[in-house]
């Protein structure tokens, strides 16, 4: 009977959403600075939950929800899927960055897309899809992994373009400038359209989307 009990007790724990285990996904910049904080927030309304989380690229946090991998993940739109669901978050603006050293680097104003077709230019994840960037001629060079981006960017190999939240502080060889046209980088909940989720994952959506607005004027982002 006191097993019985127990099992009955566990159900009820999970079917409110006080146990059970979420997954997720989010893109690295995401993943160091929004959830840190909407993660304590949830482990502390939540303690008996638990969580795990990858950190990957648009594309493949996209691809993680697609195949079932995970809950849900957080990133941009890396391509349009009827079989997924996408809820706006908040939108970053994209900055040039390049090493201290670039001759870009002397220019203190907003940079124009079209200075950057003299530059050897970088490729990520981000630029492939953007419109400014289709005018640009085709680059050699395409690094999705930011760290390796971030690396090659440091010995000054050329010249690249980020969301805001994704430029490291902390590099002192490194610096951005406004771009112009404007670009931002949109930023989604990424669910499976007619899936249910457990309660504990659902618990997890409800604060982050609690929570992002929150995050989103700590870092002058903005809300979709």
């Not at 993940?73 to 706006?88: V, Y």
């Not at 940079?111 to 950057?116: A, E, V």
Request: glycine share 6%.
């Amino acid at each position: 009977m006191r097993e019985f009990d127990s099992a009955i007790y566990d159900l009820r724990a999970i079917a409110e959403g006080r146990s059970g285990h979420v997954s997720m996904a989010a893109v690295p910049s995401v993943a160091t600075n929004l959830l840190p904080d909407i993660i304590k927030t949830f482990a502390t309304e939540f303690p008996s939950i638990k969580l795990h989380l990858d950190d990957d690229s648009s594309r493949g946090v996209q691809g993680r929800v697609e195949r079932n991998e995970v809950d849900f993940g957080i990133g941009s739109r890396w391509n349009t899927n009827k079989l997924l669901e996408f809820t706006p978050l908040f939108a970053d603006q994209l900055e040039l960055i390049c090493h201290r050293d670039h001759p870009l680097a002397q220019d203190t104003g907003v940079i124009g897309w079209d200075q950057l077709d003299k530059v050897t230019f970088l490729d990520t994840g981000v630029t492939k899809a953007l419109r400014a960037r289709q005018d640009l001629g085709q680059s050699k060079f395409d690094f999705p992994n930011i760290t390796t981006l971030v690396a090659m960017l440091r010995s000054n190999l050329g010249v690249s373009v980020l969301p805001s939240l994704a430029i490291p502080k902390t590099a002192d060889d490194l610096l951005s400038r406004p771009l112009t046209p404007t670009e931002t980088s949109e930023i989604y909940l990424i669910t499976r359209k007619d899936w249910a989720l457990s309660p504990a994952a659902e618990a997890m959506i409800e604060t982050i989307i609690r929570e992002t607005p929150q995050q989103v004027k700590k870092y002058g982002l903005t809300v979709l």
